[in-house]
């Protein structure tokens, strides 16, 4: 029913940046928010940043100032830019969504993408 596909994890150096995509797909009436989480190994999952449809945005501590989240709803994706690269952001990035289908009589339900590797070496 709804699908969302994670792309642009790889390895960099620390001080270094790169670009996460999430783009949803299947029978989509609106998305409520999406957002980014992320899980280092031995750790719980945890927030890393989300935004709504109307643009708000929320950060966790550890990635404001260095993380930027966007979205482009005409295509039901969305974005992180990732600067300044520490070690400790190692970890599975996961995108989430918050999804109504079919209709807006439909609950809105949360969905989850598969995570991409993010990995910074010191």
């Known amino acids: 029913q709804v699908q969302l596909v994670e792309s642009g994890g790889g390895l960099v150096q620390a001080g270094g940046s790169l670009r996460l995509s999430c783009a949803a797909s299947g029978s989509i009436f609106s998305i409520n928010a999406m957002g980014w989480y992320r899980q280092a190994p031995g750790k719980q999952r945890e927030l890393v940043a989300v935004i709504t449809s109307g643009g708000d945005t929320n950060y966790s501590d550890s990635v404001k100032g260095r993380f930027t989240i966007s979205r482009d709803n005409a295509k039901n994706t969305v974005f992180l830019l990732m600067i300044s690269l520490k070690p400790e952001d190692t970890a599975t990035y996961f995108c989430?969504?918050?999804?109504?289908?079919?209709?807006?009589?439909?609950?809105?339900?949360?969905?989850w993408g598969r995570g991409t590797q993010v990995a910074v070496s010191s």
């Open positions: 989430n969504a918050q999804v109504r289908l079919y209709s807006a009589y439909t609950p809105p339900r949360n969905y």
